[in-house]
C-alpha cells in the first residue's frame, strides 16, 4: 500500500505534560490480541508490530478450527447482522484509518464493500445452490456448504485485505490472515473485536508472507489457501505445491485484480463445497 | 485392621490409632512452595529428538480409558484395536500401556488385546464414587479379573477418608487387592475430592501402606482433575515411600490431560522428581482418551515436517 505520512502527530508528543503511550500492534487470534509466542517484533514506520512466527501460525489454526462449527452452523441472517456491524463501527472508525495513511475513498470502499457482502450472506445459497430436476423419483437439491478453515496471504491494501476476508467468512468460513499492512490490518483486528465477530472466526497474524504462509500451506487442518496477497511467483508456486500435498483449495488471481471493481460472486463461490442430497420422493 | 495386613512391610503402624498418628505425622505441604515448584517444572523446553522420544514414551505410558455410559462393545473394541496401533499408517509408533474400560467390557476388551502386550485395565469397586458396600465392590473387582483385566483401579471411600476412618479405608483397600489377585492395583484417590495437599499426601501413604502397586489421582467425574501440583505431591510421596520401605509404587494422572505439553510437562517433572526410574509405562501412567490424538498430531508433524489435522486420525 503507497504509505502517505501520518496525518497527525500523537497530540502527547505536542503535549509536554503527557508522556507519549506508544502502541504495539498485537497479533489477533481467537478473538485475543496476544503477542507473538516467539516474542519477536518489527518496526514499520515506526511503530513497533508483532512479527508473527510459524507457531502463532498453528495457534491460529486452532482457533479458526475451534470457531467454525458454531460459524457455519449461525443462520445467514445473522451472518450478515454480524457483517453489517463490522461496517457500522468501521465508521465509527474512520479517522484512525485515515490517521494511519489510508485514503478517505478506500475506507470508504471497504466499508460499502462489508455491507455488499452482509447482503449476499442470505442470498449466496439461493445463487450457487439449486434444486436438480432428475430423471427419477427424487427430490434433488444442491446446497453450498463452507469450505472451513482458510489460509489468506492477504494483499497490502484495506480494501485488498477486506475484499478477501468477506467473501471468506460470510458464507462460514473462519481464516487466518497473513497481513501485509500491519497497522491497517489490526486496527480492522480490533474493530472486528468489538462488532459480535465471534473469537476466532478472523485471525490476523502479522509478519513475513514467506515465513508464514508455507506452514499454512502444508497444514493438514487448513481446508483452502487463498494466495491474492502473493506477489512472488516462486513463492506462489512453492505454496501451491505444498498445498497439493492435502489437496486444499488454492486461489491464485491473476496478478493487478482491481479490488475497486464490482467483486462478483467468484471469490464466496471459491471457497463453496457443493453438496447434493438426493431425497425420494412420491411415496 | 487386620494383621495380615500390617505384615507386609515391616514398621508400619499396626493399629487404627497408629495410622492416624502417622499419616497426621507426615510433614505439610507447603502449598505455594509445590504451585511454584511445578509451575517452574512446566517451563522446560524439550525440544528435536528429545521431544520425539517424549513422545514415544508418553504414548507408550497411555492408558486408553473410555468410562461413558454410552460405551458399546463396538466402540471398546475400536479403542482396543487404537490402544494396540495407535497409528495405523506408522509401524514404528509403539503400542499404549493399556486400556481401561468399565468391568461390564473387559471381556469385550480382552478379546482384542489378549496376548498382545497391552494392558487390560478395569475400573471396579462402585467406580466413580465408591459409595457401595465392600461386599458389592468386593464382587465387582472379582467379576473384572475374572473376565481378563490384569488391572484394577479402585476408588477410596472419600466419605470414610474425609471422615477421618483410616482404618476403613486402608481395609477396604486391602481386602480389595486380596480380590484382585494377580491384578495389579491401581488405587484412585480422586484428588479433586480431598480438598487440601495434606489430605493429597495422607491419602498416598494410606494408600501405599495398604499395599497399592499405582498410586491415581483421578476418576475424571470431578470438576478438578489431576494437576501438576497434586501429581507432585504423589511422585514426592512414591519417592519417599520407596527410600523408606524399599518397594517402589506407581503414579498415575488421570482426566484433563489433552495435550502433548501437558505430557511432557509430566515427564519433566517425574525426573526431576523421582529420577528415570520411574519413567517407564510400568511406574507412571496417563489415564486419557483426547491425549493419545494430540500425541499422534505431534509425533506426525516431527515424521512429516508439517502440522498434522485432527481429520486424519479417530474420534476415540
Redesign the interface.
Known amino acids: 500500500m503507497p504509505k502517505s505520512p501520518k496525518t497527525s502527530a500523537p497530540t502527547a508528543v505536542a503535549d509536554r505534560s503527557r508522556l507519549a503511550v506508544r502502541k504495539t500492534y498485537k497479533l489477533y487470534v481467537g478473538g485475543k490480541f496476544p503477542r507473538s509466542e516467539s516474542g519477536r517484533t518489527y518496526l514499520v514506520d515506526g511503530d513497533n508490530v508483532a512479527l508473527a512466527s510459524r507457531k502463532d501460525a498453528?495457534d491460529a489454526?486452532l482457533a479458526a478450527?475451534a470457531a467454525q462449527p458454531k460459524w457455519a452452523g449461525a443462520t445467514a441472517y445473522n451472518r450478515g447482522q454480524v457483517l453489517y456491524r463490522i461496517a457500522e463501527m468501521i465508521e465509527a472508525r474512520r479517522a484512525e484509518f485515515v490517521a494511519l495513511g489510508v485514503a478517505a475513498a478506500e475506507v470508504d470502499a471497504a466499508i460499502d464493500r462489508w455491507v455488499w457482502y452482509a447482503g449476499w450472506s442470505d442470498k449466496i445459497a439461493q445463487v450457487a445452490g439449486n434444486a436438480n430436476p432428475v430423471a427419477g423419483p427424487f427430490f434433488n437439491i444442491s446446497a453450498p456448504e463452507p469450505t472451513g478453515v482458510v489460509g489468506v496471504v492477504a494483499p497490502g491494501s484495506l480494501l485488498g485485505l477486506v475484499s478477501v476476508i468477506a467473501p471468506a467468512v460470510v458464507t462460514g468460513n473462519t481464516v487466518v490472515v497473513v497481513a501485509s499492512n500491519p497497522q491497517a490490518a489490526i486496527t480492522l483486528a480490533e474493530v472486528l473485536a468489538t462488532s459480535d465477530v465471534p473469537g476466532g472466526v478472523v485471525n490476523i497474524l502479522t509478519g513475513k508472507g514467506a515465513e508464514i504462509a508455507p506452514?499454512l500451506a502444508?497444514?493438514?487442518?487448513?481446508n483452502a489457501l487463498d494466495l491474492s496477497g502473493v506477489d512472488d511467483p516462486g513463492l506462489a508456486t512453492d505454496l501451491e505445491r505444498?498445498a497439493a500435498?492435502?489437496l486444499k483449495r488454492v486461489l491464485r488471481p491473476v496478478s493487478g485484480v482491481d479490488y475497486s471493481g464490482d467483486p462478483g460472486t467468484g471469490p464466496m463461490t471459491a471457497l463453496l463445497e457443493i453438496k447434493t442430497v438426493w431425497h425420494p420422493k412420491g411415496f | 485392621m487386620t494383621a495380615t495386613a500390617t505384615s507386609r512391610l515391616s514398621g508400619l503402624p499396626d493399629s487404627p490409632a497408629d495410622l492416624r498418628t502417622f499419616l497426621h505425622g507426615l510433614p505439610g505441604v507447603d502449598k505455594v512452595g509445590i504451585e511454584a515448584r511445578a509451575a517452574a517444572l512446566g517451563t522446560r523446553s524439550v525440544k528435536t529428538s528429545s521431544k520425539a522420544q517424549a513422545i514415544d514414551l508418553a504414548i507408550r505410558m497411555v492408558d486408553l480409558t473410555t468410562l461413558e455410559g454410552a460405551d458399546t462393545p463396538g466402540k471398546v473394541r475400536a479403542l482396543s484395536a487404537k490402544a494396540l496401533r495407535p497409528d495405523p499408517a506408522d509401524p514404528t509408533c509403539p503400542a499404549v500401556a493399556a486400556v481401561c474400560v468399565y468391568p461390564a467390557m473387559v471381556p469385550t476388551a480382552a478379546a482384542v488385546l489378549a496376548g498382545s502386550g497391552v494392558h487390560l485395565a478395569s475400573v471396579a469397586t462402585a467406580f466413580p464414587s465408591g459409595q457401595a458396600p465392600l461386599d458389592v465392590k468386593l464382587a465387582d473387582t472379582r467379576d473384572a479379573v475374572a473376565g481378563g483385566a490384569d488391572e484394577i483401579d479402585m476408588v477410596i471411600s472419600r466419605g470414610a477418608f474425609l471422615a477421618g476412618d483410616y482404618g476403613k479405608v486402608f481395609d477396604e483397600i486391602v481386602a480389595v487387592k486380596e480380590a484382585a489377585g494377580p491384578a495389579h492395583l491401581k488405587v484412585i484417590l480422586e484428588t479433586g475430592e480431598l480438598g487440601t495437599y495434606d489430605n493429597v499426601r495422607r491419602a498416598s501413604w494410606l494408600a501405599m501402606l495398604a499395599g497399592a502397586h499405582f498410586i491415581k489421582t483421578s476418576t475424571g467425574k470431578v470438576g478438578v482433575n489431576a494437576t501438576l501440583p497434586v501429581t507432585l505431591v504423589m511422585l514426592e510421596a512414591v519417592r519417599d515411600f520407596r527410600e523408606r520401605y524399599g518397594r517402589q509404587v506407581g503414579v498415575k494422572p488421570a482426566g484433563g490431560i489433552r495435550t502433548t505439553k501437558d505430557a511432557i510437562k509430566y515427564l519433566v517433572m517425574i525426573n526431576e522428581t523421582c529420577g528415570d526410574d520411574w519413567l517407564s509405562p510400568d511406574w507412571f501412567r496417563f489415564g486419557a482418551s483426547s491425549l493419545l490424538n494430540d500425541l499422534l498430531m505431534q509425533r506426525t508433524k516431527l515424521t512429516t515436517?508439517?502440522?498434522?489435522?485432527?481429520?486424519?486420525f479417530t474420534l476415540d
Do not use: E, F, K, Q
Not at chain 1, 502444508?218 to 487448513?222: E, G, L, M, P
Not at chain 2, 515436517?305 to 486424519?312: E, K, L, N, R, S
Open positions: 498453528r489454526v478450527r506452514w502444508s497444514h493438514d487442518d487448513v505444498a500435498g492435502t | 515436517g508439517h502440522y498434522a489435522g485432527p481429520d486424519y
